[in-house]
């Protein structure tokens, strides 16, 4: 059987463009026993993959050059020669790679792979859900503990974790503070998600006089999901017993120097600030919990959702591309 495949055709150096990414056509051998050829429905992009661009060690593998990439993904079973699974099944990958390779078919043992509700929106496990939404959640309830009253200020506020950190902290009593580039995303913030208020980073000469106004009294949970000058001024507003939850720093990803920035050492000691680096995979032995509860409060009206999706296969690179610019609005998905 032919397919496409979608391979990292060489390791970027700063921004990456299309000519990072090559397609190329394949055949896949026939099933063997206990095997399942599955057809991507969704992908998954997310701004963690730039990371993998590099030949660079780091907590997950990088993508190595003339292989497919992978990314988080939802299929449809094609063909089964394991029991457990029939044609039409959902499914996603499974194992301690869950991802899937860019193809437009793959092949996997039938141990790799875990059914999925087909009822359920079928992107939801790529975002609300999925890492995303879990990212949010822990990421929220395990570093930033917030408290009814406090003022939490997440940037990224648009992208996929943003948005749902907001309405967490907004369940939890506190006042959230959104920052995010464009009028349009702002007003979907406050108009749709219910933020307090709402920066536009790129709206505004000085940044630091934006978050002053929006927070009167000061910052006590800063999610910080793009680092650079941005979170530079917002750690200038932060509280006595601040927490950051260290999620992101995508606006350092493409950089080809070392960066320099303030040093935030004495601030962190003098105002008693715990700041966290953290990955989703650190509660992967709770991803239930996480599950449960996001589940409950969506089914309660307490939590929406959005995506932007690109259509095509052949957009997959695009697509990736496009977080680097917020080109997107929550979670970035590709329907094959």
Request: aromatic share 8%; charged share 20%; proline share 6%.
């Amino acid at each position: 059987m032919k397919i496409k495949q979608i391979l990292l055709a060489n390791r970027p150096q700063g921004l990456p463009d299309a000519n990072n990414f090559k397609t190329v056509e394949t055949a896949l051998p026939e099933l063997m026993p206990g095997e399942v050829m599955v057809k991507p429905l969704y992908f998954s992009v997310d701004p963690y993959m730039r990371g993998r661009m590099n030949d660079a060690k780091s907590y997950i593998p990088p993508f190595q050059v003339g292989e497919p990439i992978e990314s988080s993904g939802v299929a449809e079973v094609a063909e089964s020669r394991d029991d457990r699974y029939q044609a039409g099944d959902k499914v996603m990958s499974s194992g301690p790679r869950p991802f899937l390779p860019w193809a437009t078919a793959a092949i996997f043992t039938g141990d790799h792979l875990r059914k999925i509700d087909g009822s359920i929106p079928l992107t939801y496990y790529l975002g609300l859900l999925g890492v995303p939404g879990l990212t949010a959640y822990f990421g929220m309830a395990d570093i930033g503990k917030p408290k009814a009253g406090e003022t939490v200020v997440v940037s990224g506020a648009a992208g996929a974790v943003g948005i749902v950190v907001g309405q967490i902290a907004k369940i939890m009593g506190c006042r959230a503070v959104g920052i995010a580039g464009g009028s349009e995303k702002i007003k979907m913030l406050t108009d749709t998600f219910g933020f307090d208020a709402a920066i536009d980073y790129k709206g505004h000469s000085n940044i630091g006089a934006a978050i002053a106004a929006a927070c009167p009294n000061g910052v006590d949970i800063y999610f910080d999901n793009v680092g650079g000058e941005i979170s530079d001024a917002v750690i200038k507003h932060l509280n006595f017993f601040a927490r950051v939850p260290l999620c992101g720093q995508i606006a350092l990803y493409n950089t080809t120097e070392v960066p320099v920035g303030p040093r935030i050492q004495p601030l962190m000691v003098t105002r008693s600030v715990l700041m966290q680096g953290f990955i989703i995979g650190n509660y992967a032995n709770r991803f239930g919990e996480g599950i449960k509860q996001l589940s409950e409060w969506v089914k309660a009206g307490k939590i929406k959702y959005t995506e932007t999706v690109e259509e095509g296969f052949d957009h997959l690179p695009e697509a990736l591309l496009g977080l680097f610019s917020g080109r997107n609005s929550g979670k970035m998905v590709v329907k094959v």
